[in-house]
């Protein structure tokens, strides 16, 4: 007899229907798979065996064929082994369930040896395909269960045991569906604030200018200065996710197995990697490609510690994913991309010893060994970073004055004047950073003095094309910070002052 069970796979973020098809016919005891299946799914006829037979369920004695269609879809994990089991079942006439239930029903589940049931990855996005496909109900592990129900309209059946689920499906013991989970739509409270890092005045205007606009940020100053205090308390006066946001950022985790059963990502993810990290670790890969660190900071903030301390190729591979805010990972059989759109913010020391510039420590380095250092820095990559700011050790003086430092509430008032401008200018969650020529050209309207001042500037600083648009996507979030329709003079002053540190460095004046 033949039977099919629905199920769902995810490729990158996205889900795929997969129909496991499962045909008993007379002939020697075997038992097949095929459709493509990775190593974990070829060793599911073992688990799947001894979890009926521990179930008290005998497997028919014929030869078992199961089909994962479409055939040339490549296939990975164990969430095949309940919608398997549940095949066999059906194709036996131990179930019988109705035509009309499974074609609305879809069912992902790891089996255990004892026929409990465990969690699997990419619960979310399974969830959130499986209602555009207008699928009625989804059978999960109870572990995902509460995960899969903040999809709405879709009804989840959770179960941990195979014995548990059969009764149910049997109208013997009905498992009651979890309810539809919805999120509160709150900011959560920071243990951290600006008001903590004493003086560095300009620093917190330039992350203030960063997360009223989505402008990637760079550090340089000698160990100590605050670099690191300054790039954690940005999260702050980041303005909230919306629950779109929240979906989009927790599929991420989800896929990548890092997703608290119980919660979605509800703040902007802050992630930290080490200067160590591989290239396949900070933008993904693998034979079955995962998200990298840049996909985990999605609508969130990457923080790269001694920047010029990663391997100069892995810092290569942020300039496309920069500028497109996607990554696209290839592999023989397939190409899969991950979002990316992520706010950068990068530190480094100004030289090797760390005190060049620095006001009580001599620096001991060789103008050869500072070029070198520099020199792993390329060009086309600060270029892309768009505010670069120098951060000067405190003096006591500021650290007895710690009444007069910014708190994040001060600064974050100033980013949610920026925002609600650029809602209502782009209609959607668009930043300034990312505008297009076109809207720079519509958008970016300057007083003379403030056009006469961009000319001077260009010429002077030998500016790229690229860096011109970067001037001007600034001072356009300056001047929404600040409320004002027209760019003026001095948002134009302070926006040179945050591009004109790579010409700095080239001088070795930094």
């Keep these: 007899m033949h039977t099919k069970i629905i199920s769902a796979t995810t490729i990158g973020i996205d889900a795929h229907i997969v129909d496991v098809e499962v045909d008993l016919s007379f002939g020697m005891i075997q038992f097949h798979i095929v459709g493509l299946p990775d190593t974990a799914i070829k060793e599911s006829k073992q688990r799947i ?36 089991a549940l ?49 009625r109900r989804l059978i999960v592990p109870q572990e995902n269960a509460y995960e899969a ?10 179960t941990d045991h195979l014995t548990q689920l059969v009764a149910h499906l049997r109208a013997e013991q009905l498992i009651t569906p979890t309810p539809h989970q919805k999120p509160a739509l709150v900011i959560e409270a920071y243990p951290l604030d600006f008001s903590d890092v004493a003086g560095q005045h300009q620093a917190k205007r330039a992350l203030q ?55 979605l990502i509800t703040s902007r993810p802050f992630r930290s990697p080490h200067h160590t990290i591989s290239q396949a670790g900070l933008v993904g890969g693998g034979s079955f490609p995962q998200p990298g660190e840049i996909s985990l900071a999605h609508q969130g903030i990457l923080f790269l510690d001694e920047f010029v301390e990663f391997r100069r190729s892995t810092l290569e591979v942020l300039r496309q994913p920069l500028e497109d805010r996607t990554v696209c990972i290839s592999r023989a059989q397939q190409s899969i991309s991950f979002p990316a759109s992520f706010l950068l913010v990068a530190a480094l020391n ?91 050209e519509d958008h970016c309207i300057m007083s003379d003095a403030a056009r006469t001042l961009v000319k001077q500037t260009f010429e002077t600083l030998a500016m790229s094309m690229r860096g011109y648009h970067k001037l001007l996507k600034i001072s356009r979030t300056i001047a929404d910070i ?26 070795g004046e930094a």
């Design 87 to 135: 095949g066999i079942l059906q194709a036996a006439n131990i179930l019988s369930l109705t035509p009309e239930f499974l074609e609305e029903t879809v069912v992902v589940g790891e089996l255990s040896l004892d026929g409990s049931i465990k969690p699997v990855k990419g619960i979310l996005p399974i969830a959130r395909s499986m209602r555009l496909a207008k699928k």
């Design 149 to 158: 129900a903040f999809i709405q309209d879709l009804e989840i059946i959770g």
């Design 209 to 263: 200018i960063a997360a009223a606009g989505r402008h990637n940020i760079l550090f340089i100053g000698s160990p100590g200065s605050g670099k690191t205090m300054l790039a954690q308390r940005l999260c702050t006066i980041m303005p909230p996710l919306s629950f779109d946001e929240m979906l989009e950022v927790s599929t991420i985790y989800s896929v990548s197995g890092k997703l608290n059963q119980h919660k």
């Design 482 to 507: 600040e409320m004002s329709e027209c760019i003026e003079q001095h948002h134009i002053q302070e926006a040179v002052m945050y591009r004109s540190l790579e010409q700095s460095l080239e001088r």
């Design 350 to 440: 100004p030289c090797p010893c760390g005190f060049r510039g620095d006001k009580k420590k001599s620096c001991t380095c060789s103008t050869r060994q500072i070029k070198q250092y520099i020199d792993r820095l390329s060009g086309p990559m600060l270029d892309r970073i768009d505010l670069q700011v120098s951060v000067q050790p405190v003096n006591y003086e500021a650290i007895s004055k710690k009444s007069q430092t910014t708190s994040s509430q001060e600064l974050y008032q100033g980013v949610l004047n920026a925002v609600t401008i650029q809602q209502k200018r782009y209609g959607s969650h668009q930043w300034n950073a990312f505008m297009t020529v076109q809207q720079i």
């Design 49 to 84: 065996s001894t979890a009926l037979k521990n179930c008290g369920i005998r497997l028919p004695e014929r030869k078992i064929t199961v089909n994962l269609a479409p055939a040339d879809l490549k296939k990975e994990g164990a969430l095949f082994d309940l919608p398997t």
